[in-house]
């Protein structure tokens, strides 16, 4: 009966009942469609954040040279020895390499149960002297059994008995190794004979989830290591030998072979070996190596290495992501580099007592079966965790394994928790509009119900039926609501990232998302409506109508604006003080993510909150003000009807101005992030690339580039460009106190200034135009990094000697002094330790080239224009390579620096303005059903209907201009927190901006709403019943 | 028949029928052959629920039309005005009491009584106190009507409804929801006033002791219902 009822009452009340079902149902799905945001998000953050890995995993061998020794233990009997009984242990050690092992030691340690019989221990058939006593494992620190030098091919038996002190298997009865001088790491007995690089790629290759694995040796070699034999020439600088199969070539496609090919026999040269040699295809090329001897090679093929970051990424820890370019480079077989190129590096250590300054590496890389990874970073880091334990498996214990897509994948995990965090408090206010959406339809819903229930109350109905009628209708209500939002969340998520970003979540976790999303709204709104329900059903009529009039809304009364807003004053100053907002910007080669104090949020969202109430309390104090006195004659009754109106029930207005102004705020704060987001974002790829575009000539670049040639790249769209000198460890700085290799750039100063993003803060004492005009004006000016001054105790004014182009056959010293200090220089991501003038550097070692060109646009909105007129000018002419703000910013390992805030703020902010025009919709429909009464009686007064439209339109445009305003000043005090909170996704300080056209599009559509809502609200009014409504009582 | 008064206007009613549609088809709400009410005269009208008491004087209120017949108010035929016209012709010549007091919340008593005063453009402030005073109501001239009893609010309802000096006043049981002493007190301000002004009074009532107070009763029977062509059926007017 009751639900007969209710279903009747939602029917014939279709308006009532659709404004109610519109705004559960856009503040569900906005939740909703954060959450299936967050999980598509999270599905493609394992490909974004392993794209950028050049390899996997690598796997290195930790053989050492001259370490090649087997030591085999045997024990018999074998099985179970009971009590007083004996077991004989056997240890034979062979050097099966043809270089001797020195400091040879054994050590060999008996089980718990097993004592060493005393003079038992035999070296090859004879009593060792002085063996009452368990020789192998001396002294209070066990030390082992010294055998000295073992020549190459020695061998050794060693024996001695255990006797049992109770019944014991022996199958463990002692535990052998061995260590030497060249392997400083004990090697445990039995251990598998060394197998070859290739065997262990093709095991490692085998495995599941390995897509390849590919052997990869390398070792440096001295200057000027290559040489055409014919011409005697060889290439100057340091030089690296590499040797790798075609199938790794063909993985990797910055592995460019210019002509020729990669073939079994034979070397490839790089391009700057074959310029500098004058090799070609088919030339002979002799390579010095390690020992003194040489190998001579046909040149098979010329290769433009230059860019292959599996090559030339430092190996050591610590150092992962240093890019160490070494340009005389060969590569040869890697039957060549086993059987000619190890054997030298192991007479060379043999020959240096057992150590090499820079020994080979052998490795195998590996790349996994990415398609396999699963969507989510933390359950893919387990996948590829797993991976690697089964590759420590395949290979000796003491190998290392450089799990490179497992430490991105941990820094992708916590990114993405981050991530999940940041959206859902993105997301919260959202959920928060819908509960509060709720609670404002509800409140106008049992306005309008009052009459309803009085009635009901009259015909014999009581409290427990009203209210069960209440839950009834809440629950239809909500239930409908919370299945149409959760679709239409799915829906909005889908078209925002794409069906094939959400179609990657996992049904799990979009279950969950879709089961959190449509309880909690069920929850949320239901109770946000029940409450309000039941607070009408518990007053009496005539009290609820007096309260109508007199009685502010209980925010009003509690004062929680002023108290929220204290709470955010009192937030921000510790925070301040605890310096909080800095958090920890991100590095994927140390493993960190991104850190942010997302307890800060908080404050955005209580300025949101507590600056709405606040503006509507403020807006109410107005209309009160403004409320004439009671006077026996009205003047024009439409302007006296709206002033006593809006002045004697202001909180009507009120509760209408706080919902707009936290929509509206909400959408501007979302904004004005998103543009300050994708404006720092740009800011920092072009801080980290020097300018907007970086223009490198490479080793197969057919032009040569001076410093004078800078005009080439001034093309259309290009305002300014300027050549740039840099490269690792260039220099060395020399002080009176010390001195150190150092990375130097030198630019000139009035070009660079141009055309580099440079700015005044990171110069210490003084601006950067000042600073670097001083190294325009003064040939022997140089400006150093605050930590390279603080290395060479050097301060401005002090001399320094500086080593330029070191290393080279150019190398020239220059005494130059110090001008200044720099914190930081636009465009060396790996570094910059001085600063001095290209035309000073030019001076002293003409020959020198720049190592690249930074060019401008003229503006952004000339970027595109620009690179067009790049690409088809000098680098359609020439080998040039051509990196840009937005290449920069795709490189960026960090999945934080991709996150598609503006995808989530589209989608905030399109619910969002939906939800305005719904609230305006509500509270013009609010309006009719509270005062229709009062509108036909006006009508019957003789009051035209134009009259009653421009009354309901004044109020709706009260409620929409004032909440407009109140929104725009709460959203860009709710940006400014939020962009200051995430400050650390930032890599530069961000700067904080509110695009008009933000402020423009929800004012406009606020107003557009509030237009056809009163529009239609009025027309509503003309269809009333007067005779009906007016002898109702 | 009673004669004409200066102040009020003469009311005629030809050949009213009032049909409303609804989902089960066409019911007549109201059907009357004729009611006359001479100029400054009091005419109460009764019969039993549902027999178009208030259709009819939703009618005379011009706040409806009828869906076929004539309502004369004075000179003026308000059943062929438009919307607008008639909005403009309630401005100027009616006053209008009901059961519900119907007072704006948001307005004081003066205000209440000054608002139809400056819909329709005349009156001045005396007037306003002036209708109060005379209806005992100046002293809660400046109370919202929720600090009101229902008796005080339906005495500012009357005030409200004469103030702009009406040629006619119509009440639709403005007694309805008052007690007998309350509802007595009522009666016979609308009687004294409606007499001052000279204003056509035309009241509904399910009480004969309150249409005793007019100078007339008319009862209304009720239509046939559901009508047809061949079952109309007349209305009569005793």
């Known amino acids: 009966m009751l639900a007969r009822f209710v279903l009747a009452d939602l029917l014939r009340n279709p308006r009532r009942t659709l404004s109610t079902l519109v705004g559960v149902a856009l503040g569900v799905g906005l939740f909703c469609g954060v959450l299936f945001f967050v999980d598509g998000l999270s599905a493609s953050m394992t490909q974004r954040a392993v794209a950028p890995l050049p390899i996997d995993m690598q796997h290195v061998v930790a053989e050492r040279i001259g370490g090649s020794l087997l030591l085999t233990q045997t024990v018999d009997p074998d099985g179970v020895i009971g009590v007083g009984r004996q077991v004989g242990v056997t240890l034979e050690l062979a050097n099966g390499d043809d270089v001797a092992a020195n400091e040879v030691t054994i050590r060999s340690l008996p089980s718990g149960s097993l004592s060493y019989v005393p003079g038992s221990a035999r070296l090859d058939g004879a009593q060792i002297a002085g063996a009452e006593s368990n020789p192998f494992a001396q002294g209070p620190g066990l030390s082992g059994l010294n055998l000295g030098t073992m020549l190459a091919g020695e061998a050794h038996r060693l024996e001695y008995r255990l006797e049992a002190r109770r019944q014991v298997a022996v199958d463990d009865a002692a535990r052998s190794t061995f260590s030497s001088r060249e392997q400083v790491t004990p090697i445990p007995a039995n251990r598998p004979a060394p197998t070859s690089l290739e065997e262990v790629a093709d095991r490692i290759a085998a495995l599941d989830g390995v897509a390849s694995a590919r052997a990869l040796s390398f070792g440096d070699l001295g200057v000027g290591a290559i040489a055409d034999p014919a011409s005697g020439t060889s290439a100057p600088g340091p030089t690296r030998v590499f040797a790798f199969d075609a199938g790794y070539a063909a993985r990797d496609d910055d592995i460019r072979i210019e002509s020729g090919g990669l073939r079994n026999t034979g070397a490839v040269i790089s391009a700057e070996v074959a310029a500098a040699t004058g090799a070609g295809v088919g030339d002979a090329i002799t390579v010095a190596l390690p020992d003194g001897s040489s190998i001579t090679e046909r040149v098979s093929g010329i290769a433009d290495l230059s860019r292959a970051q599996a090559l030339f990424s430092s190996r050591r820890g610590g150092d992962l992501e240093t890019f160490v370019y070494v340009r005389n480079s060969v590569v040869v077989s890697p039957t060549v580099f086993a059987d000619t190129v190890l054997p030298a590096y192991e007479r060379a250590a043999a020959a240096g007592g057992g150590r090499l300054k820079s020994p080979p590496v052998r490795e195998v890389d590996i790349a996994l079966q990415r398609h396999l990874l699963d969507a989510d970073p933390a359950t893919a880091l387990r996948q590829t965790e797993r991976i690697g334990a089964a590759v420590r498996a395949v290979a000796a214990s003491d190998d290392n394994l450089l799990d490179n897509i497992s430490n991105t994948l941990t820094v992708a995990e916590a990114d993405a928790k981050v991530a999940k965090a940041l959206f859902v408090f993105l997301g919260v206010p959202g959920g928060l509009l819908a509960a509060m959406l709720s609670a404002y339809a509800g409140v106008v819903l049992a306005e309008a119900q009052r009459r309803e229930q009085a009635t009901l109350r009259i015909r014999g109905a009581g409290r427990r039926q009203l209210l069960a009628m209440l839950a009834l209708r809440t629950s239809v209500l909500t239930a409908t609501g919370s299945v149409v939002g959760l679709s239409l969340g799915y829906l909005a998520a889908a078209i925002t990232l794409g069906q094939d970003s959400l179609g990657r979540a996992s049904a799990a976790s979009l279950a969950v998302s879709a089961a959190v999303g449509a309880v909690g709204g069920f929850v949320a709104t239901g109770s946000a409506l029940y409450l309000t329900g039941r607070r009408s059903i518990d007053r009496e009529i005539n009290e609820d109508r007096a309260l109508l009039a007199t009685r502010p809304p209980l925010w009003r009364r509690a004062w929680l604006d002023v108290l929220g807003l204290a709470v955010v004053a009192v937030g921000t100053a510790l925070a301040l003080r605890l310096r909080a907002f800095d958090g920890e910007a991100g590095s994927v080669y140390f493993g960190r993510a991104v850190r942010l104090n997302l307890r800060l949020l908080v404050l955005p969202i209580g300025i949101w909150v507590s600056a709405s109430l606040l503006s509507a309390r403020g807006l109410g104090r107005m209309l009160e003000r403004g409320s004439p006195r009671s006077a026996p004659q009205l003047g024009r009754p439409l302007g006296a009807l709206l002033r006593r109106s809006v002045g004697r029930r202001p909180w009507a207005i009120g509760n209408g101005v706080v919902i707009v102004s936290l929509i509206v705020g909400l959408t501007v704060s979302l904004a004005a992030f998103t543009a300050s987001y994708d404006r720092a974002k740009s800011a920092d790829a072009r801080f980290a690339n020097g300018a907007d575009f970086r223009i490198t000539p490479g080793p197969s670049t057919q032009l040569s580039y001076g410093v004078g040639d800078a005009h080439r790249f001034r093309t259309p769209g290009v305002a300014a460009s300027t050549p740039v000198i840099w490269g690792r460890d260039n220099v060395v700085l020399r002080s009176r106190r010390t001195s150190d290799p150092a990375n130097l750039v030198a630019v000139d100063p009035t070009g660079f200034l141009a055309v580099a993003p440079v700015r005044d803060e990171h110069f210490v004492n003084g601006t950067a135009a000042e600073a670097l005009g001083t190294l325009g004006d003064d040939p022997s000016a140089i400006m150093l990094s605050s930590e390279m001054a603080e290395f060479l105790r050097a301060k401005p004014g002090d001399s320094l000697d500086v080593l330029l182009v070191r290393g080279t056959d150019e190398q020239a010293e220059v005494r130059l002094h110090i001008t200044g200090l720099f914190e930081r220089l636009p465009g060396f991501p790996d570094g910059a330790d001085a600063l001095m003038a290209i035309d000073a550097h030019s001076e002293a070692v003409p020959s020198k080239r720049p190592d690249f060109f930074l060019a401008a646009a003229a503006d952004a909105g000339a970027r595109a224009e620009a690179e067009r007129s790049l690409r088809g000018g000098p680098l359609a002419t020439d080998r040039l390579a051509l990196d840009s703000a937005t290449t920069t910013l795709a490189s960026d390992q960090s999945s934080l620096a991709a996150l598609n805030v503006a995808g989530l703020v589209s989608l905030d902010s399109s619910f969002a303005l939906a939800m305005v025009v719904v609230t305006i919709g509500i509270f013009v429909f609010g309006l009719l059903l509270t005062r229709r009464r009062e509108y036909v009686t006006l009508r019957a007064q003789g009051l035209e209907a134009r009259s009653i439209r421009l009354l309901i339109g004044a109020e709706a445009a009260t409620v929409a201009l004032a909440g407009t305003a109140c929104g725009m000043f709460v959203g860009v005090g709710m940006g400014f927190y939020f962009v200051t909170v995430l400050r650390p996704l930032f890599v530069l300080t961000p700067v904080y901006s509110v695009p008009v056209a933000v402020l423009a599009a929800p004012a406009l559509l606020v107003v557009v709403a509030t237009l056809v809502a009163s529009f239609v609200g009025s027309s509503l009014v003309n269809r009333l019943n007067p005779t009906e409504l007016l002898r109702d009582e | ?238």
Do not use: W
């Open chain 2, 1 to 238: 028949m009673t004669t004409d008064r200066p102040g009020g206007a003469a009311i005629e009613a030809t050949d009213l029928v009032v049909d409303y549609e609804t989902a089960a088809g066409r019911v007549r709400a109201l059907e009357l052959d004729h009611l006359s009410v001479p100029s400054g005269g009091g005419v109460a009208v009764m019969g039993p629920s549902g027999c178009g008491k208030s259709t009819l004087l939703g009618l005379l209120a011009a706040l409806a039309v009828p869906s076929s017949g004539l309502v004369r108010i004075g000179a003026e035929a308000v059943s062929d005005m438009s919307d607008r016209q008639r909005c403009d012709f309630r401005r100027r010549n009616l006053g209008m009491v009901y059961q519900a007091d119907n007072l704006l919340p948001h307005l004081t008593v003066e205000e209440n009584v000054a608002l139809p005063v400056a819909i329709a453009g005349v009156g001045a402030t005396s007037d306003t106190m002036e209708t109060l005073d005379r209806l005992g109501l100046g002293t809660l001239a400046q109370r919202l009507p929720d600090e009101l009893s229902g008796g005080q609010r339906q005495r500012v309802a009357v005030a409200r409804a004469i103030g702009h000096r009406p040629s006619v006043v119509l009440a639709d049981e403005p007694t309805g929801s008052l007690d007998a002493a309350n509802a007595r007190g009522v009666v016979r301000l609308l009687v004294e006033v409606h007499r001052a002004l000279g204003a056509t009074l035309v009241m509904v009532t399910h009480d004969p002791d309150i249409a005793g107070h007019l100078e007339r009763t008319v009862y209304l029977r009720p239509a046939a219902g559901r009508l047809t062509d061949a079952s109309r059926e007349a209305s009569h007017v005793g």
